[in-house]
């Protein structure tokens, strides 16, 4: 009973984390940006954009409150596969709200006619720049001990668990982000009135959130598993809940960090005429 | 620090690049043993082509001002300072010039040297190819 208890506390501040403050430090940081980078976005369909994006996150709040009154009405004890799916629900409104910036990005830097005078950073940004050699050695010693793991659980099978399965997740999970990885530290500049202070501080905190992310879920995961094995599934939502706000708050860093660059340098540049 | 290329500025841009780097070890912004930003970084940043960048890189590293260290880098070289005050093209036509007033003396017309200078520099080609 004790993890139901836990579920729903944890529950209450995913809710809160994830479809009320994340919104917030969302919108602050689409407005920071985009005043410094892209100007002449048009602010009223900027300001519709964001409204959208509350009112969508704010339903699944209420949506997420709904749930909990019911589990905790009827049920006393979370059904796994409904959180699952309310946290897919809740990770969506992010994706496309990113998604919706990066299409207004690419516009503006389309409308914009190229810059004569281009500017860099004489300062490198190579992978260990960024991070410690200490993050990248524990995120590739989480994915092969984890590999180790789930090869030893499909050697010895337990019902209804497939430790391959999840493997192919967390491999193509790791892919994605070594792509990511090598696409943040070289890519191109994506709108001209990006400072390379910018480019380098987006660098910074995305390549660091990769690996955190990386490594929380290798964490994540082991759990889950563990628990599986364990015979403890009824924790599962919960470990689910604390991942989701772990995860989400260390994303909403590169928010802050971003959002506090932009605003430096739009004051550095000086009122837009 | 920043570097910055003006595409309608007539001075080549890997001589842009040149400039700005010597600008920078000569000033003290950038210290012997520093790391430099690698040529995919730099082009990138810029838009230019890499190839741009690495010829910039090339002719400082002929002029040790940066070295490279394989895959470890580049880097500034530890008598960048001293050695961002040496112009070889000053010097090759120094050199060039004092060749060129001798072989005047000597009652060799210009289009006779123009032909040997570039005579010279085929057979010297062929020299390091055999």
């Not at chain 1, 009320?20 to 300001?47: G, I, M, N």
């Not at chain 1, 990386?214 to 604390?242: D, T």
């Amino acid at each position: 009973m004790i993890e139901a208890y836990a579920f729903f506390a944890a529950f209450v501040v995913q809710i809160l984390v994830v479809s009320v403050l994340h919104p917030v430090w969302f919108t602050r940081f689409v407005r920071a940006k985009t005043e410094a980078q892209f100007p002449d976005w048009d602010s009223k369909s900027r300001e519709r954009y964001l409204s959208l994006y509350r009112v969508a996150n704010a339903g699944i709040a209420v949506l997420g409150l709904v749930l909990l009154g019911w589990m905790f009405s009827h049920t006393q004890s979370p059904d796994w596969n409904i959180v699952c799916f309310y946290t897919l629900a809740q990770m969506s409104p992010i994706f496309l709200g990113f998604l919706m910036l990066t299409r207004n990005e690419t516009k503006a830097r389309l409308r914009s006619p190229p810059p004569t005078k281009r500017t860099a950073s004489l300062q490198r940004r190579g992978l260990f720049d960024i991070i410690s050699p200490v993050t990248v050695f524990l995120a590739v010693a989480g994915y092969v001990l984890f590999a180790a793991f789930m090869i030893h659980i499909q050697q010895h099978p337990v019902a209804g668990f497939s430790g391959y399965y999840l493997l192919r997740v967390i491999t193509l999970i790791f892919a994605m982000n070594a792509i990511c990885v090598y696409w943040l530290l070289y890519r191109r500049k994506k709108l001209p009135l990006e400072t390379p202070a910018y480019r380098m501080q987006a660098a910074e905190v995305q390549v660091r959130n990769i690996f955190y992310a990386g490594i929380a879920l290798v964490v994540f995961l082991s759990l889950f598993a563990e628990l599986k094995l364990l015979h403890l599934a009824s924790w599962i939502p919960f470990a689910l809940s604390v991942f989701t706000v772990i995860a989400v708050l260390v994303g909403s860093t590169m928010l802050f960090a971003l959002r506090r660059q932009a605003e430096a340098d739009r004051l550095d540049a000086g009122p837009v005429s | 620090m920043d570097i910055t290329i003006d595409i309608d500025n007539p001075v080549p841009q890997f001589e842009q690049l040149i400039e700005q780097i010597k600008a920078a070890v000569t000033s003290g912004v950038l210290k012997a043993g520093d790391a430099l930003p690698s040529i995919r970084q730099l082009a990138n940043d810029l838009e230019l082509n890499s190839k741009t960048v690495a010829k910039a890189y090339k002719l400082l590293e002929r002029d040790a001002v940066i070295e490279t260290k394989g895959y470890r880098g580049t880097y500034v070289h530890p008598k960048a300072k001293a050695n961002c005050k040496i112009n070889l093209q000053e010097w090759t036509l120094r050199k060039l010039g004092e060749t060129v007033a001798e072989l005047r003396e000597a009652g060799v017309t210009d289009s006779e040297i123009r032909n040997a200078f570039a005579g010279a520099i085929v057979r010297r080609q062929s020299e390091v190819l055999s």
